[in-house]
């Protein structure tokens, strides 16, 4: 007779969406040595759904397989759900559409709702899987920022251990129970996960290598050490060691921002900062970053915080105190 091996979670939820039936295939529920496994509960998820704080994007699933060997899925229909895996190490594959992808350590993929996809350890070397089954109308723009075809990404070092980090903590607060609290603090630590895979990932910064990225990482640290020079564009440049069009594309694409407008609104942030909680005066702030014209530093502050100077000091001045 045939048979086919699923995952607790696929066999929870096959009898959701069958009913029960037992007039299926022959099925093997696998089981791997010390997986953590949460399954919201439908009520809980309609009331996430509810509730504005979490409402644009929550769990509904998470957990965590370590060398899951035999670990195979199939969803004909898709589900609910979009689900991301996150391979920690060893291997796999993902089939969404026509397209298999082979998935390696230290790589991500999204699959969108509703859409038929297949995905499977590896024989030979099992991936070791964090995962999250999630929805809300947010959840479709993080898939959206993978290609369409072929939605993997790449994870640093560092990344990934504040991810695992991030998914122990959740696992912590779930075991726990299932109180409204700590779903909410579950499903806003996820979106903490998100972040970190999609803006605080160097792997993953669409067509920037890694040391690239380094390099306007470095890049930046100098403006922050020399805030109270002057720079023209070339000068940056030459210290990344990069010709101007170069540096110029990779800082804007790393960061949104040309190199020179990113320096000014640094200086800027800091103006901000001694403009409320010291009692420095306008000129003694714009001297202590670098303009010697008062006026024309006034000019850059309000072009940046739509605000004088003295306008944002008379409304904030140790506001935060």
């Given at each position: ?216 990482e470095g890049s930046i640290n100098y403006m922050r050490l020399n ?95």
């Amino acid at each position: 007779m045939d048979y086919i091996i699923i995952s607790i979670l696929d066999f929870v939820c096959f009898l959701c969406y069958t009913g029960g039936m037992t007039k299926i295939p022959d099925i093997i529920v696998r089981s791997f040595a010390n997986e953590k496994l949460f399954v919201i509960p439908p009520s809980l998820r309609n009331k996430l759904a509810k509730l504005p704080i979490v409402s644009p994007m929550y769990i509904t699933d998470k957990g965590y397989y370590p060398e899951a060997f035999g670990h195979y899925s199939n969803r004909p229909c898709g589900c609910d759900e979009y689900i991301i895996n996150i391979c920690v190490s060893g291997k796999g594959w993902f089939e969404l559409g026509n397209n298999e992808t082979q998935v390696r350590e230290g790589q991500f993929f999204i699959l969108p709702a509703n859409r038929p996809h297949r995905y499977a350890s590896d024989t030979e070397s099992p991936w070791t899987l964090y995962w999250t089954h999630f929805k809300g109308v947010n959840a479709q723009h993080y898939f959206q920022q993978l290609p369409d075809r072929n939605p993997l990404a790449n994870i640093d070092g560092q990344t990934m251990e504040t991810v695992t980090q991030l998914y122990e903590h959740c696992f912590g607060c779930l075991e726990t129970g299932f109180s409204i609290r700590n779903l909410i603090h579950a499903s806003t630590t996820f979106n903490q996960i998100l972040s970190y895979l999609f803006f605080h990932n160097p792997s993953y910064v669409q067509g920037i290598s890694i040391p690239q990225f380094r390099v306007i990482e470095g890049s930046i640290n100098y403006m922050r050490l020399n805030i109270v020079q002057q720079f023209e564009l070339h000068q940056f440049a030459d210290q990344a060691n990069m010709s101007i069009a170069h540096y110029s594309r990779v800082f804007k694409a790393q960061t949104g921002s040309s190199p020179i407008n990113y320096f000014i609104k640094l200086k800027i942030q800091i103006a901000c900062r001694l403009l409320t909680t010291t009692d420095k005066s306008i000129r003694q702030v714009a001297l202590a970053l670098g303009y010697e014209d008062q006026f024309y530093f006034s000019r850059i502050f309000r072009k940046v915080m739509s605000v004088s100077p003295s306008q944002y000091q008379q409304k904030n001045q140790y506001a935060e105190q």
